[in-house]
């Protein structure tokens, strides 16, 4: 029998952070205790005062239709936060505001990346990049993030895999799902690699770059000649815990931001107005709330990586931004889907084996300490348990 589906759905990946989720909340409602580490989305409440601004907002009617690309007033208040963070001269016209920032990666790849040519991409890493590939029929070409190297995408590897095809390079750092960071010099060396073609593109997902601990977050598009070749990818999820609100935003040349505002017009209209003026307190109001996030993830951070290297058959190298811990499993002698099952089943733990993200990422566990302590504490018990049984 013939699928009544159109035959690009079947290359089409998912997210199993919320398989693990429905299969945890199924869990919970047969009456089994189960401790949350699968998801990635902070469990801090969003700043009073950009829910404040946003009960003004639909007060005062941002209730309506707005620009496909976001209000000009919102676009201002990035390009001028992107200019400040980045060091690079961002212009109203260059921002297009979107609901959530996963569409930027869906528009980009929309826009710019033909059907046989290739895109690098780092793996283990966030499981929609890949799928994105192989839905507009391009060829997916992983980077490899090896443990030894602290998770570091190795830039003389990118050289070597850069082809005549190549027309896009997916960069993520600090990175989901092990936070590894990129540095200056890493990025210097891609930027080198592709300074004399005009045809390849850098995707730059920084959503993490305000969730870092050491050092500071360094911007592929703030070196010499390459914010024009840059797509820089940002959101407000992560850093001011919006994940419900959907409100995400991209920077990139004004004739790229022109097709993806085209492309915003077709799916989605526009982003939800009164979001928009909401976001704008985020980046224009007090930074206090956000840094004290911060803070309470390094303390969490500390807590589950000593906590991890304490348990027999499991190493652990500490991350350097997000929060997510990417364990070594395989002193356990079981493989990560093997273990992640017997984790959620038997010990009550949810978590994301390693190759959720990726073959590159067998061997492994994903871990995120976006949970309290004192629950990080009782799921570290109950998982050494787990791997003894």
């Not at 001028?80 to 996963?102: C, F, H, L, N, Q």
Request: proline share 5%.
């Amino acid at each position: 029998m013939n699928s009544i589906f159109a035959k690009r759905m079947e290359t089409l990946g998912t997210e199993t952070a919320f398989e693990v989720l429905a299969k945890a909340k199924a869990l919970e409602k047969q009456g089994k205790n189960i401790i949350h580490l699968e998801i990635g989305e902070p469990d801090f409440d969003t700043p009073q005062n950009i829910k404040d601004a946003a009960f003004k907002a639909l007060k005062d009617g941002y209730t309506h239709y707005g620009p496909s690309a976001g209000l000009p007033e919102f676009r201002e208040t990035i390009a001028e936060y992107v200019s400040k963070t980045r060091g690079i001269k961002a212009e109203a016209e260059e921002v297009v505001v979107t609901p959530g920032a996963k569409p930027i990666m869906f528009f980009s790849i929309f826009a710019l990346v033909n059907e046989g040519e290739e895109v690098l991409y780092p793996n283990p890493g966030f499981p929609i990049y890949e799928s994105l590939i192989n839905f507009v029929n391009a060829k997916p070409v992983p980077i490899p993030l090896k443990e030894e190297n602290d998770f570091r995408l190795d830039p003389e590897y990118v050289k070597k895999k850069i082809t005549k095809k190549t027309k896009m390079i997916i960069l993520n750092y600090p990175e989901n799902p092990t936070g590894g960071i990129l540095t200056r010099e890493d990025l210097k060396t891609i930027a080198d690699c592709i300074a004399d073609r005009d045809d390849v593109f850098i995707l730059a997902d920084e959503i993490y770059s305000r969730i870092i601990y050491e050092g500071k977050h360094e911007s592929i598009a703030s070196l010499p000649g390459m914010k024009d070749k840059t797509i820089l990818l940002d959101g407000f999820s992560k850093t001011y815990a919006m994940t419900g609100w959907r409100l995400g935003y991209g920077v990139m040349r004004k004739d790229i931001a022109q097709k993806v505002a085209q492309l915003m017009t077709n799916s989605n209209s526009c982003t939800c107005t009164f979001t928009q003026i909401a976001g704008m307190e985020a980046l224009k109001g007090p930074q206090t709330e956000p840094e004290k996030m911060v803070a309470e993830f390094k303390r969490r951070r500390e807590v589950i990586v000593d906590g991890l290297n304490s348990i027999k058959g499991i190493t652990c190298k500490k991350p350097k931004g997000a929060f997510y811990v990417f364990p070594n499993i395989t002193g356990t002698g079981m493989d990560c889907r093997k273990l992640g099952d017997h984790l959620l089943y038997n010990a009550g733990v949810a978590v994301l084996p390693g190759t959720s993200f990726g073959k590159y990422g067998e061997g492994h566990l994903r871990l995120s300490f976006a949970n309290s302590i004192e629950n990080i504490k009782k799921a570290l018990d109950r998982i050494a348990k787990a791997v003894k049984s």
